[in-house]
């Protein structure tokens, strides 16, 4: 999708509050251009939250933007976990499997991901596998989608990597 301006802006919310903050592309990278949040009580289940977020973007005009929705901290499970493999694949499934040890749900309701952090001799990698309730991301896509917009992609809450290396 075609962007008219040169915005990125990550963009969370919740049924208490609003949040983005905003960066403007530019030669050396990206520059900060301001932050907001916003406070209220908005019910997802009767569209209130899809509609203040609508709403939200319009007023500080951001539909333009390249939006990346930022998955709270308290919404995923991430770990570090030292994995016997470098291979992409073998270290995806690993990720998977290791999911139910992570979080008290079924396989077929999660969705997980991971970063290698580092390879290690041997051919071990230390990696972040992060893991999320798949109900969780398809509500929040499905606001996102209510209120008529489109995000690039799903990104984790810098608080939630900062746990994993805190545990």
Do not use: C
């Amino acid at each position: 999708m075609a962007r008219s301006t040169s915005h990125v802006t990550a963009l969370q919310f919740a049924p208490g509050h609003l949040a983005f903050t905003r960066a403007r592309a530019t030669d050396q990278g990206f520059e900060t251009e301001g932050s907001v949040i916003e406070y209220g009580d908005w019910d997802p289940s009767s569209g209130a939250l899809a509609s203040a977020l609508a709403d939200f973007v319009k007023r500080h005009g951001l539909a333009d933007d390249a939006l990346y929705y930022v998955l709270p901290r308290h919404e995923a499970a991430a770990r570090i976990l030292e994995l016997p493999s470098q291979d992409a694949e073998e270290m995806r499934g690993m990720v998977h499997l290791s999911a139910e040890e992570i979080v008290p749900y079924p396989l077929n309701e999660l969705l997980t991901s991971y970063t290698v952090l580092e390879s290690l001799s041997g051919g071990s990698s230390r990696v972040l596998a992060v893991v999320v309730k798949k109900s969780v991301v398809e509500s929040a896509l499905d606001i996102i989608s209510s209120a008529g917009l489109h995000v690039e992609q799903v990104l984790l809450s810098t608080a939630s990597i900062l746990t994993a290396v805190q545990s």
